[in-house]
């Protein structure tokens, strides 16, 4: 490639308790299977995570601990979104939850592609998790296409309920938990001429009652190599902020 073009997708990296509507409408649906993997209140929280991770290519494992803190909500194209802000992240993320499931706002820096301005489809709900689905439902989440001066550019995202766990961690032992996993595929295609590039990310979700995200596992790819794993449980559910 002329210039390596580098896609940091991080959707559910920064998830994902974080929003639900605050005011029911029958014509949108039961929201109580959503609601019941959500921590309760969602303003305000704020949950302590530990973080691993191994580089396949330099054999190097790191590990970290961050915060996650869930804003108040804010309106947007009738919705409220909670924003998700993570101590050793700049950027966020905003939820809502309609209907059994979470949805993500697409925006700008789902695609911070280098070197290129995409049309993103900017200000709509895509669905993320589906909490009413059975056990080994799959659904779609994105599909879509754009080009820049180097490459052809494709996005499918796609999710999976692979049923229900127990997950151990430091803080507790969470018994069923709905697990999900989000497999996003970018593929980049020369315009001229070249070596045709897949990455693809898979990450695996475990949502607990009443609490929400307490596991993840996330996995990077390049044209089906495994570039590194990431590791993540919960360690501590902080006390709620007072003002938010």
Known sequence: MKNKVVLFITLANLLLFNCILNEKDDNKGDLSIAENYLPSPISGAVFKWYSETYNYITSISDTIT?????????????????????????ETMRFCVETNNIYFLVEENMFPIIGSNPDTPFGYNSKFFDFSASQGDKYDILDW?????????NYNFKGEFLGYETVQTQLA????CSKFQIQYNTKFTPNESGEVVNYSRIETHWFAPNTGTVKRVIENFNNGNLLDTTNEKLLENIEYLDKI
Not at 66 to 90: A, L, M, Q
């Open 173 to 176: 032992d969470f018994h069923d």
């Open 145 to 153: 296409g754009t080009t820049n001066d180097e490459f052809i550019i």
């Open 66 to 90: 961050f915060t996650e803190t869930i804003s108040s909500p804010e309106t947007i194209n009738g919705h409220d979104y909670y924003t998700i802000v993570k101590s050793n992240n700049s």
